[in-house]
């Protein structure tokens, strides 16, 4: 699967984005589509996921009640829509494919077998 994330860009705290993910080629209904944010000088952190089958949804903490992931089939689009924006949420965020997805090691990056490009998005205080 082939991803391309797009999106990204400046926002002011409070204020919002929201990020697209497309996938070209098929995605099983055992996978999940997730979103990962990597800060200047830190590790790649896990945002959010949601799996192609039964759209559950899943969320760090960091996120949670701000971030909301969503996914169009007919599109093969996730999105990641992002209010409240803080300056910590500056990152280059990466959308990421797991083909056999099991909740349990959705923080770990290193099981996703598929990466998007990365978008920039920096929130200025």
């Known amino acids: 699967v082939q991803l391309q994330a797009s999106g990204g860009g400046l926002v002011q705290a409070g204020g919002f984005l929201r990020l697209s993910c497309t996938a070209s080629?098929?995605?099983?209904?055992?996978?999940?589509l997730a979103w990962f944010r990597q800060a200047p000088g830190k590790e790649r952190q896990f945002v959010s996921a949601?799996?192609?089958?039964?759209?559950?949804?899943y969320y760090a903490d960091s996120v949670k009640d701000r971030f909301t992931i969503s996914r169009d089939n007919a599109q093969n689009t996730v999105y990641l829509q992002m209010n409240s924006l803080k300056p910590e949420d500056t990152a280059v965020y990466y959308c990421a494919a797991d083909r056999n997805f099991d909740p349990r090691t959705r923080y770990n990056w290193k099981v996703y077998n598929d990466w998007g490009q990365g978008t920039l998005v920096t929130v200025s205080s």
């Open positions: 080629g098929r995605i099983f209904s055992r996978s999940a």
């Open positions: 949601i799996t192609w089958g039964t759209s559950s949804t």
